[in-house]
């Protein structure tokens, strides 16, 4: 019973020290003084001794590929920025607050790196964090998510088949990560105020850059976290860190490649396929006859097809690329053989006309000579006429006229005879020639023309060429686009 009474007496002790202590995160701040109008947190680098550096780490992880404008060569991605660096002159003893060991400030409360990023043209249209988070040991994090409007060099050589990689490069505005030496100083005179005479080059690192996450381990958390990639797939992200030197002033920077591809498929469907039936169009136009104007008004509509195509192609693709597309290579190269077919019956109905022309005057003089024929002949109908007409006049004399008379009559008789074998020989004559007109002008029809002849050889051979050169064309542009830059 003693041993339950002091249990029972310790438990109340404990449970009267725990009400009694009660902590805020208030109580913290109290601690440090840390306060708006506290110039000692805001004003300058948190550092006790400046030739201190102080050390930034930035991991950046990228949550969605918003738009890639290839005309202006833009990237515009949505990414979350992570940086923590150590304040000196944060620090309290989490026991003594009840454990707190993390508070969180508005953003403006405390000193931020001044870090910008190179590509960027426009300002962040995200709202920026409006807390940062500090912890017992003095590192202060903060957690941004940015809408960036970079550019980017867009390398469309392989379109729509092309990967492109895209820098972010972080890096602070003023501060150096090593200062400038005194020779500097003098050359970059307009720059900054010139030394003293008396006073010694000193190397102050200012700001040390460095990140925690290595590439694969950004690409993996990437790939976690993305949301959308509109028509590009992520591939990787690398991450590099370097010097450079500014006028004299080195600081380090962090760049961050946002490596992509691009789903090309739209691109095909919509654009490479039409093109490719349009020449499979042009080259079933040789089944068409080269006699009528229909095939050449049809190859001059397939080709306007093919310049509106283009016409669209070039609102895609920037004009400042150092080479050519090979897109554009194709289209050029299927309107060049469209071009080289157009021509080339062009060039058949002209040969075809001047063959035509011959032919026609031909059947003109033809025509002209079986009118002539014609005309004579109703000419001897009629003299034979009046002739048979003068026989029956002598014929009709009466039976018992003199001896005289029937000499008279039978000289008739012989006259009748001779005007009968004229007229049947007139229309034996007349009968000859149209004959021969017609055997003449059949003759003429199954004569072909030299040129007409010769048609079939160069549509023959065209053809021959216009499949071999298509077919090399098409095999070129597939290995270049399967190929390597």
């Not at 050359?187 to 102050?204: I, K, M, N, R």
């Not at 093109?275 to 306007?304: H, Q």
């Amino acid at each position: 019973m003693f041993v339950g009474f002091i249990s029972l007496f310790l438990l109340t002790a404990v449970d009267g020290e725990s009400s009694e202590k009660v902590c805020a995160y208030q109580d913290v701040l109290n601690h440090l003084n840390l306060t708006k109008n506290n110039e000692l947190y805001y004003m300058t680098r948190p550092v006790k001794d400046y030739k201190q550096p102080t050390k930034v780490s930035l991991d950046v992880l990228l949550y969605a590929i918003l738009d890639v404008r290839e005309t202006d060569q833009t990237f515009i991605p949505y990414v979350w920025v992570f940086m923590s660096w150590v304040n000196q002159h944060i620090s309290w003893t989490p026991s003594e607050f009840c454990g707190i060991n993390m508070v969180s400030l508005p953003s403006d409360v405390l000193w931020k790196p001044d870090l910008t990023i190179e590509e960027m043209t426009e300002k962040d249209k995200a709202p920026p964090c409006p807390l940062l988070t500090i912890r017992s040991n003095g590192e202060v994090h903060v957690q941004d998510d940015q809408v960036l409007v970079s550019t980017c060099r867009m390398h469309v050589y392989k379109f729509p088949f092309d990967t492109q990689s895209c820098t972010l490069s972080f890096k602070s505005v003023i501060h150096t990560g090593e200062s400038e030496s005194h020779g500097h100083a003098q050359h970059h005179a307009h720059y900054q105020a010139p030394l003293s005479s008396s006073s010694s080059p000193t190397l102050v690192e200012e700001i040390q850059l460095f990140y925690n996450a290595s590439s694969s381990e950004a690409t993996e958390e990437s790939r976690e976290v993305m949301r959308t990639q509109y028509e590009w797939l992520f591939i990787n992200m690398t991450v590099a860190n370097k010097t450079v030197d500014t006028f004299g002033i080195k600081q380090d920077v962090i760049i961050y490649t946002i490596n992509m591809k691009r789903r090309p498929i739209l691109y095909i469907v919509n654009f490479l396929l039409p093109v490719l039936f349009f020449l499979c169009l042009d080259l079933a136009s040789f089944l068409i006859s080269d006699s009528g104007g229909e095939k050449l008004s049809y190859k001059v509509t397939v080709l306007l097809a093919v310049t509106v195509l283009q016409l669209i192609l070039n609102d895609i693709l920037p004009s400042s690329s150092n080479r050519i597309p090979l897109i554009a290579v194709y289209c050029i190269g299927v309107f060049a053989l469209m071009m080289l077919s157009l021509l080339e019956t062009i060039l058949v109905m002209y040969l075809m006309e001047k063959d035509n022309a011959p032919q026609d005057d031909q059947t003109d003089k033809d025509h002209k000579q079986s009118q002539a024929c014609e005309d004579k002949r109703d000419k001897n109908k009629c003299e034979g006429e009046r002739e048979w007409r003068k026989c029956l006049r002598v014929c009709d004399t009466s039976a018992d006229e003199t001896p005289t008379e029937l000499l008279k009559v039978s000289s008739s008789h012989m006259m009748e005879e001779s005007c009968t074998i004229q007229k049947l020989s007139d229309d034996l004559r007349e009968t000859l020639n149209t004959l021969t007109l017609l055997l003449n002008s059949r003759q003429e029809e199954r004569k072909t023309g030299y040129w007409t002849r010769k048609i079939k050889t160069i549509n023959t051979v065209f053809f021959i060429f216009y499949v071999s050169a298509s077919s090399l064309f098409l095999l070129c542009m597939f290995f270049h686009w399967n190929g390597a830059h």
